[in-house]
C-alpha cells in the first residue's frame, strides 16, 4: 500500500513546490467560496426562521435592508455610527495601550507580574454589568462612562496576551543580547518586539471584538446616543426590522475592523517579525 500511494503524494509535493503562489491561490479562492456559502446559509436560514416566527419576533432580511435603507436615508445610521466608532476606538486605544504597556513590564519583571495579578483577577473576573453600573455610578451618562467601560474590559485582555507574549520569548536570544552588550532599545526592537508580535496581534483580535460587545452594553445602559442606545430604543418600541438593521450594523462595523485594519496589521506585523529574524 504504501508503495502505491508514494508516487502520487510525491508528484503532489513536487506540484506544490513549483507552483507555491498558484496552489497559495486557489487555497485562497476556496476559502473565499466557503466563506460566502456560509454567509449564504445563514441568510437563508434567517429567511426560512422568518417565514414560521411571529414578524414581532423575527424580522425578515427583506424587512431589515428596508429599515436599514430608511436609517441611513435619514442621516440616523450615520449619527449614531459615528458615536460609537469614537468611543470605541478611544476606549480601545487606552485599554490596549496600557494592557500592553503593563504586560511588557510585568513580563520582563516577576516581581511587578506578582503584584499585578490579583488585578488582573479582578479584571477578568468581574461581570461587564457590574462594571457598566459602577461607571454610570461614578461618570454618569454620555462618552466617559461608556470609555471607561471599553478600556477596563480590554486591559486584561492585552495584559495576559503581552505577558504571554514576553514569556515565550527564547531566553537564548536575550543572552545572546546580553553577551553582546545590545542596548535596551536595540533588545527591545530586535528581540522582544519581534517575539511578542503574534501574541499581540492575536490580544488585540480579541480586545477588538470584546471592546465592540462592551461599548454597546455600555450604551445600552448608560447612554442617550449610539448603536447601542438606538438598538435599545428599537427593542423598546418593538420596531424589530430596525432593531434587526443595527444588529447588521454592527456585524458589518466588526468586519469592517476585522477585514480592513486587524488583518493587514497583523500581515505587516509578521512581515516585520520575518525581517528582524532574517
Do not use: C
Request: charged share 15%.
Amino acid at each position: 500500500m504504501t508503495a502505491s500511494t508514494t508516487p502520487p503524494l510525491d508528484r503532489l509535493r513536487l506540484e506544490l513546490r513549483g507552483h507555491p503562489a498558484s496552489g497559495l491561490r486557489r487555497g485562497r479562492r476556496a476559502g473565499r467560496l466557503y466563506a460566502a456559502l456560509g454567509a449564504a446559509a445563514i441568510v437563508a436560514g434567517w429567511q426560512l426562521l422568518s417565514l414560521v416566527v411571529n414578524p414581532a419576533i423575527m424580522a425578515s432580511p427583506v424587512d431589515t435592508a428596508k429599515a436599514l435603507g430608511t436609517l441611513a436615508l435619514d442621516g440616523t445610521l450615520s449619527t449614531h455610527l459615528l458615536i460609537t466608532l469614537k468611543r470605541l476606538v478611544i476606549g480601545l486605544s487606552l485599554g490596549a495601550v496600557t494592557g500592553l504597556v503593563l504586560g511588557v513590564v510585568a513580563g520582563l519583571q516577576p516581581r511587578l507580574r506578582s503584584f499585578l495579578e490579583p488585578l488582573r483577577w479582578v479584571g477578568m473576573t468581574t461581570p461587564a454589568v457590574i462594571i457598566a453600573v459602577l461607571a454610570m455610578l461614578w461618570f454618569g451618562l454620555g462618552d466617559v462612562s461608556v470609555i471607561f467601560i471599553v478600556a477596563v474590559i480590554i486591559v486584561p485582555v492585552m495584559f495576559v496576551n503581552s505577558v504571554a507574549g514576553i514569556l515565550s520569548i527564547d531566553s537564548r536570544l536575550v543572552e545572546m543580547g546580553e553577551v553582546y552588550r545590545f542596548s535596551r532599545r536595540l533588545l527591545l526592537t530586535e528581540v522582544y518586539l519581534p517575539g511578542i508580535g503574534s501574541h499581540v496581534m492575536a490580544g488585540l483580535t480579541l480586545a477588538t471584538g470584546v471592546a465592540v460587545r462592551a461599548v454597546v452594553l455600555g450604551e445600552v445602559l448608560g447612554a442617550m446616543d449610539g448603536i447601542g442606545y438606538a438598538f435599545s430604543r428599537a427593542m423598546s418600541y418593538l420596531e424589530t426590522p430596525e432593531l434587526f438593521a443595527w444588529v447588521v450594523v454592527l456585524l458589518a462595523l466588526m468586519g469592517a475592523l476585522d477585514f480592513g485594519v486587524l488583518r493587514p496589521l497583523t500581515r505587516r506585523t509578521m512581515h516585520w517579525r520575518e525581517g528582524t529574524n532574517k
